[in-house]
């Protein structure tokens, strides 16, 4: 099994950044794929980012690219989501997913751990 934890969330004014992590434990060896998803009031958990094992292949939403960044350091078994020119509509529950596939993967049900989710909350 393995556990995840993310950290740094919080409330923003819009334009300003954020940056998440997700602490890995346990079983991490299994986790080639990390990806980050967030889920809003009243609607689905749609995928933000993901980011294969060696870091050199990432995959993003559009209505982030160019503003978000997802990162990993296996060594620390953390995976980063850098959040810049934030907006209101980026506010949601950020939840960290780790996944058994070796490849980039952008639908919840390919993720096979899950995180409790943080607060992001970016005021206008």
């Known amino acids: 099994q393995v556990q995840l934890v993310e950290s740094g969330g919080g409330l923003v004014q819009a334009g300003g950044s954020l940056r998440l992590s997700c602490a890995a434990s346990g079983r991490t060896g299994s986790t080639y794929v990390m990806g980050w998803f967030r889920q809003a009031p009243g609607k689905e958990r749609d995928f933000v980012a993901a980011?294969?094992?060696?870091?050199?292949?990432?995959y993003y939403t559009d209505s982030v690219k160019g503003r978000f960044t997802i990162s990993r350091d296996n060594a620390k078994n953390t995976v980063y989501l850098q959040m810049n020119s934030l907006k209101p509509e980026d506010t949601a529950v950020y939840y960290c997913?780790?996944?058994?596939?070796?490849?980039?993967?952008?639908?919840?049900?390919?993720?096979?751990?899950w995180g409790q989710g943080t607060q992001v909350t970016v005021s206008s």
């Open positions: 980011i294969n094992w060696s870091g050199g292949s990432t």
């Open positions: 997913a780790g996944s058994r596939n070796y490849r980039v993967v952008v639908t919840a049900t390919a993720y096979d751990y």
